[in-house]
């Protein structure tokens, strides 16, 4: 690939060697990346730098679940001898404080590209817009970028198809709910994803009664059932309700709020709530790109399909972050931008082949890697099962949070961790000692041999894998 400078008489703006659509996850990460390594980059962004996590995604829902977890513990402050007599929310001071942390890591990307023709940041809505010999043609507003390789990283929005009548009532999602500063009194989540179970716990400790209706006949479908019931259990032990193998199927406003059907099988209920926040999946941005120019046609939500190297089946055409299907995640789609370096600019070498561990952030949190017990049982593998109570760890007990269990899942003959599961406080931060083992392929007998520190939540760690069985 050769860098351009020079403009053709018959199309003006500039030769690339790389256009990206999207400043989020993975694009700004690879504009930065490519540029250093002498690539002429421009990069496209037509809302706000940093995409869904930055804007309203991590950033914000994880500030926010600090301030709701500020208020549990300052209830709970007699468990510590502590007289706190009333706790008050102050909503509007929730929500700005989230606003203020995102506001200062968009500001820091958009610094990044301050003084910089490249990688060179375009504002505006990008299209393709088909080829132009062996180039690739991507407008944006009045202007048209030539280039070899377009990268495609425009992420997701709130699937909100399957409700009949939504248009009719206000509702929230997952890129609004930062805007809504009255707290909800009863607010009704369509769907019990990880983003519902997060948000729902915010809301309940900001003094909000929540229910989540789920078609699914537990929570967090692809876990091990006996992790999402005992996640499930103590939420429920907060005053969250479920409805499960239900589904919101129509809404309309009514005196207060609004009315919700859930149907059930061959039962339908009538659900009153002052507030809807619809939380039924993700569909990919991929409807207005101009994909038809190139001969690129998206599956499912908008998907686009991709190979291990994040290729389309279009030459110079690749695909990063949530479109491409799989795990949708801000470290997924940061880790696509060193596996597209690698293809753009690098060896080749770095794929999709890789371990990918992930977090529920409730309170305690779900650290998630690798297989599940319930998903190799049914392969036939031959494994053992470790499963340590929390309760039976000095530094949980010490810190009165001893609520969950870490299970772990090994090859019988290798003991090789095939999968985690660290229900616990802390839980997201803990699992990374399970991600390293899996990453090194190392048998668990380098945990269950080395000395831990006492006292620590990381001990548990270590007793799951003193009970495997
Ligand atoms: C409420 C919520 C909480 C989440 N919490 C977590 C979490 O705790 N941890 C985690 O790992 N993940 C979390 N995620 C998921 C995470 O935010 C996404 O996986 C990640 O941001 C995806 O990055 P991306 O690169 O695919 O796209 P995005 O970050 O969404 O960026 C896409 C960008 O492309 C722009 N764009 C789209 N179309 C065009 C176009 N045609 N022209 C120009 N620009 C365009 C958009 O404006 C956007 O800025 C959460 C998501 C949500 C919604």
Request: glycine share 10%; with cysteine; proline share 3%.
């Amino acid at each position: 690939m050769r860098s351009h400078s020079a403009e053709s008489p018959l199309m003006p703006g500039p030769l690339l060697d790389v256009v990206i659509i999207g400043a989020g996850q993975a694009g700004v990460s690879l504009a930065h990346a490519l540029a250093k390594a002498g690539k002429r980059v421009a990069i496209a962004e037509r809302k706000d730098l940093g995409g869904s996590c930055v804007n309203f995604g991590c950033t914000p829902t994880k500030s926010v679940i600090a301030s709701a977890r500020a208020a549990y513990l300052a209830r709970r402050a007699a468990v510590f001898g502590l007289r706190i007599p009333t706790v008050e929310i102050d909503f509007p001071a929730v929500l700005d404080r989230a606003r203020s942390i995102l506001m200062s890591s968009r500001a820091g990307i958009r610094r990044s590209f301050e003084g910089s023709d490249n990688p060179r940041l375009v504002r505006g809505h990008a299209r393709l817009e088909g080829r132009e010999r062996r180039l690739l043609k991507v407008r944006i507003g009045k202007e048209i970028l030539r280039t070899s390789q377009v990268v495609l990283d425009t992420g997701t929005r709130s699937d909100l198809r399957s409700i009949v009548g939504l248009k009719s009532v206000p509702f929230l999602h997952a890129s609004n709910w930062l805007d809504q500063d009255v707290l909800p009194h009863h607010i009704l989540f369509a769907g019990g994803g990880y983003i519902a179970l997060e948000m729902g716990q915010f809301y309940r400790r900001m003094g909000c009664r929540v229910t989540i209706v789920d078609g699914g006949d537990q929570i967090l479908k692809s876990e091990d059932r006996d992790i999402a019931e005992r996640l499930q259990h103590m939420l429920e032990s907060e005053g969250i309700q479920f409805r499960l193998n239900c589904r919101v199927t129509h809404v309309r406003k009514s005196l207060g709020g609004l009315a919700a059907t859930v149907e059930k099988a061959d039962a339908r209920e009538v659900f009153t709530a002052s507030h809807l926040f619809v939380s039924a999946g993700r569909r990919a941005n991929t409807d207005d790109l101009g994909l038809e120019t190139v001969g690129l046609k998206p599956g499912e939500r908008g998907v686009l399909a991709v190979d291990e190297k994040l290729a389309t089946g279009v030459p110079g055409i690749w695909a990063a972050g949530d479109i491409r299907g799989g795990p949708m995640f801000t470290h997924t789609s940061w880790d696509d931008h060193r596996i597209l370096f690698s293809q753009l600019a690098g060896d080749g070498k770095r794929t999709t082949r890789r371990i990918v561990p992930y977090a529920v952030y409730t309170d305690p949190e779900l650290g998630r890697v690798g297989a599940t017990e319930e998903g190799l049982r049914k392969t036939g593998r031959k494994i053992r099962v470790g499963l340590f109570e929390m309760r039976g760890n000095g530094k949980a007990r010490e810190r009165s949070e001893a609520r969950g269990c870490i299970k772990v899942v090994v090859d019988a003959k290798t003991e090789k961790l095939l999968g985690a599961s660290v229900l616990a406080s802390d839980g997201s931060e803990l699992v990374h000692v399970y991600v390293v083992l899996m990453n090194a392929d190392a048998s668990v007998n380098v945990l269950r041999d080395a000395i831990q520190i006492h006292p620590t939540l990381a001990e548990a760690l270590q007793s799951a894998v003193g009970k495997l069985a």
